[in-house]
């Protein structure tokens, strides 16, 4: 929308402000300021001047050297055109002048005389189509006067970004209002007052279907000169890049831009003695005002005249009925028309209009005979003619406008502050709300271009917006605040989130809902099945106990777009036997990295195991064990589960061969772990230990072991931690079963840390140590030395 400041100060005395706080004021009322362009500004270098001497160029049949006097000094300036002599007023452009983006005024040479400036015509500073020759001006015109100031063009035109709900704003008058309330002013409408000669309209209109149009207006103007428009006119709408037609359908545009109401003006004797709104007929054929021929749809509502098209409702007229210098009679229309109808026909064929594009936001439909008085108004006063008496409608329904009860005591909780009762009351009067005012409470209906103002919350932002933002203090809120007040929530998931992304995986998030059917793919029990009543489709038929289902599809679907490594996680809500759980899953699966020796390697249940433990190093989650895990879902041999005495707080291991046969997994060694987070924030411990580094070497040795396959590893590893105080880490690197083993024996290899931070280390210190870790094992899980 854009906005003539010139034009703008007709409705809101607001010229003592600035261009800056005009900015401001506009955007604390929500109207965004796109761009701001100051019109005519090269004019303020293009002064009156006087020719004082005068003579022919040699060796030219056309140039002419002047002298001009501006009253400040007496430039030499070169000059083509034909049209001037000795002691004419014209207007010189000085050195400077910019009358174009690639065109300015500079000291130059013709002939080898040196020139000042340059005598303008109209056409050369955009005021006129006229260029056969200079301007010139009346004997007693003021020398020195900028020609802005002279021909009245200097303007400054804002271009504003008006949200959808408020098209009540894309009008003069609709901005004018904002700032005379935002600015506390009077607001200056236009007086409208009409003729009408004693001959009362005899027209018929009907609208076929409510659906499409709720009120169509019409007057009629017998008798009319259709003629240039006058310059004030015409200035009006050139300034905002509106071409100038005619004095009727400058007024048509005038009338739109001023009030926000979208119009027609038809030639009368090119019409029946009736209109009609309908649905058009599909492949129907109409010739747009532009001359542009469209093929009609059944989605298009139409103006009919004798059952042919005349107008695009919404928006454009037709051609067969347009005005024209031999018009003599007109009739103007003025509507409502559906929105949602007329901006998918804008958009099909492809017509923009400033007419659609109000009609599409909506179009209020109580003021149409408002804006039919003010354009039968300015027709009386710019072309003359008979307007008939009264009007013509055809109005099916009505709209109701609805009422709110706004509490003052809410109010100033939302805001934030207490606005007085006084301030709020002068704050709807002047947004022209109705107010039934009963103490406490007031009673606020909309005014009828104000669809948007539906409930209090509503009217809470109307006072804030004129208020002024800046009047309201920056509080704290009053709270009490906890220190801990997200660890249990938020702040724990993203610790969590944050631990698995640094050891190298990747988050994934996906719904709580899972297909019925994965159920018995995944192994699940019955009696966690959460059945969703009305579910958006059968894939999301069920809630999710667990987010094995979830993270396994994620997987297969990578590996079928060519990822050959898997490494996810995700942390969530599961729902077990009635209850709504967070949860961490982790799935590893296909090929892990390339070894030392450039050989592919996949994921196996140590990669897994490495991930829980440092997840619970870095919680600081202690005095947990590992044992063989019962999970269904999971390889019988190559899985575990994780407790904290006798609470389970999780599983991880390879997936169930039958698993990875359903899901087309074989030999990817899927690897997944599922666990409780709720049941580990039990037993993270905010005390952490923190010890002096050692200056002392660390020493390290490699021990073998061959122990029967049920074995665990993980308690042969706690029991040598707890042999000597010199044991700092015993960590497992090699777990083999084949040649050179017994049949029902597997062999594992760890790497034991010694330090003592008192002193090195002896050879006969490390080897005691050693030889208590080799009995302990050989004597209590019956193992052998490899």
Known sequence: MLISLNWLNEYVDIKDKSTSELENALTMIGQEVEKIEVKYDYLKTVVTAKIVEYSKVENSDHLTLCKVDTGDEILQVICGAPNHKLGDIVCLAKIGTKLDEDFEIKKGKIRGIESYGMLCSMKELKLGEESDGIIILPQDTKLGVPLSEYFGKSDTVFELEITPNRPDCLSYLGIARELSAYYNIELKKPQISINECSEDIDYKVKIQDPTLSNRYLVRIIKGIQVKESPEWLKDRLEVLGIKSINNIVDISNYVMLELGQPNHIYDLDKLASSLEIRRANDKEHFVCLDGKEIDLTNEDIVVTSNDKPVCLAGVMGGLDTSVTSETKNILIETAHFENIMVRRSSRRHAIFTESSYRFERWVDTISLDNASRRIAQLVEQLAGGNLQKGYVEDYTHKPELPTSTLELSKLAKFIGKVVPKDKVLDIFKKLEIKV??????????????????????????????????????????????????????????????????????????????????????????????????????????????????????????????????????????????????????????????????????????????????????????????????????????????????????????????????????????????????????????????????????????????????????????????????????????????????????????????????????SENEINKVIEKIKNKVINQYGASVR
């Open 436 to 761: 039934e005012d009963k103490g406490e409470q007031l009673v606020l209906t909309p005014p009828c271009f104000r669809s948007d103002l539906l409930v209090p919350q509503d009217y809470y932002e109307e006072v804030i917006r004129m208020y002024g933002f800046d009047n309201i203090e920056n509080i704290l809120p009053k709270l009490d605040i906890k220190k801990d007040l997200l660890m249990d929530n938020t702040k724990l998931n993203c610790d969590v989130k944050l631990i698995l992304a640094s050891l190298g995986l990747r988050e994934v998030i996906n719904y709580s809902f899972i297909p019925k059917v994965a159920f018995g793919q995944i192994k699940c029990d019955e009696k966690d099945l959460i059945e969703i009543s009305n579910p958006i489709t059968e894939d999301f038929a069920v809630m999710r106990p667990t987010f094995m289902y979830s993270l396994i599809k994620n997987a297969v679907d990578n590996f079928n777009r060519s990822v050959q490594r898997i490494h996810f996680f995700e942390v969530g809500r599961a729902f077990v036997e009635g209850k709504e759980l967070t949860k961490i899953g982790i799935i590893l699966s296909g090929t892990k990295q390339k070894d030392i020796y450039n050989a592919e390697t996949q994921y196996d249940f140590y990669d897994m195991k490495g991930i829980v433990e440092e997840l619970f190093t870095r919680l600081n989650i202690k005095s947990y064990t590992i044992t063989r895990s019962e999970n269904k879902s999971l390889h019988g041999g190559r899985s575990a589960d994780i407790y904290v005495g006798k609470n389970l707080l999780g599983s991880f291991g390879q997936i169930h061969p039958d698993l990875e046969e359903t899901f087309n997994l074989e030999g990817k060694s899927t690897i997944y772990c599922e666990l409780n987070l709720d049941e580990m924030k039990k037993y993270i411990s905010k005390n952490f230990k923190y010890n002096t580094l050692s200056k002392y070497q660390l020493v390290t040795r490699d021990i073998a072991f061959a122990v029967t396959e049920d074995t665990m590893v993980g308690n042969v590893i706690k029991s040598i931690e707890k042999i000597d105080k010199l044991v700092k880490k015993v960590e497992l690197f090699d777990v083999y079963k084949g040649i050179g083993v017994s049949s029902g024996y597997k062999s594992f290899a760890i790497k034991i840390y010694m330090i003592d931070n008192e002193k090195t280390l």
